[in-house]
């Protein structure tokens, strides 16, 4: 539905604006609050959501793909997943002079668990929405993604240091 009032596209646009902020400011903190409480780093819990989409083990450059770290950063970041039992390096049985990080299922399963636990309260949220609620949404987050995946390209060039 399109608004014809004076200001009203604007208002519209500046309160989602706000309360984006406010929604990024949340996960970061729920993010951090969840990476406390299992005494990993944020970047560390994110990096394990990200290896299970993947389905199957990955090298380190595509950890350093999926987090956005450098290679050595993301060195760091296996390290400590390995330390705190989650993942697992392993040689590549097509070429033994890679190494693979695998996750350890029976930790996935854990923090799985753990999620579900979480993700009950989170799943109540949606019923208030429809199917087509729902669909938009999912277009909206697919959306976001490609846009942050670019301004961080962008970020790194150094495109927004100056005017």
Not at 28 to 38: K, R
Not at 144 to 161: C, K, N, P, V, Y
Request: glycine residues 6%; contains cysteine.
């Amino acid at each position: 539905m399109t608004q014809k009032k004076a200001g009203g596209r604007d208002a519209l646009m500046a309160d989602m604006q706000g309360e984006a902020r406010r929604y990024m400011a949340s996960y970061a903190l729920f993010n951090q609050a969840v990476a406390d409480h299992l005494r990993l780093h944020p970047t560390d819990v994110q990096c394990l959501s990200l290896l299970s989409l993947e389905g199957e083990p990955v090298t380190i450059g595509r950890v350093a793909e999926l987090t956005g770290l450098t290679t050595g950063s993301a060195t760091r970041l296996v390290d400590r997943l390995e330390r705190a039992g989650y993942v697992r390096r392993e040689r590549d049985a097509e070429d033994r002079r890679r190494v693979m990080v695998a996750s350890v299922p029976e930790k996935m399963a854990e923090l799985g668990a753990f999620w579900r636990r979480l993700n009950r309260t989170w799943g109540e949220l949606f019923d208030a929405y429809d199917d087509a609620e729902i669909a938009l949404l999912t277009d909206y987050m697919r959306r976001t993604i490609e846009l942050s995946a670019a301004q961080i390209e962008r970020l790194r060039a150094g495109e927004f240091d100056s005017d």
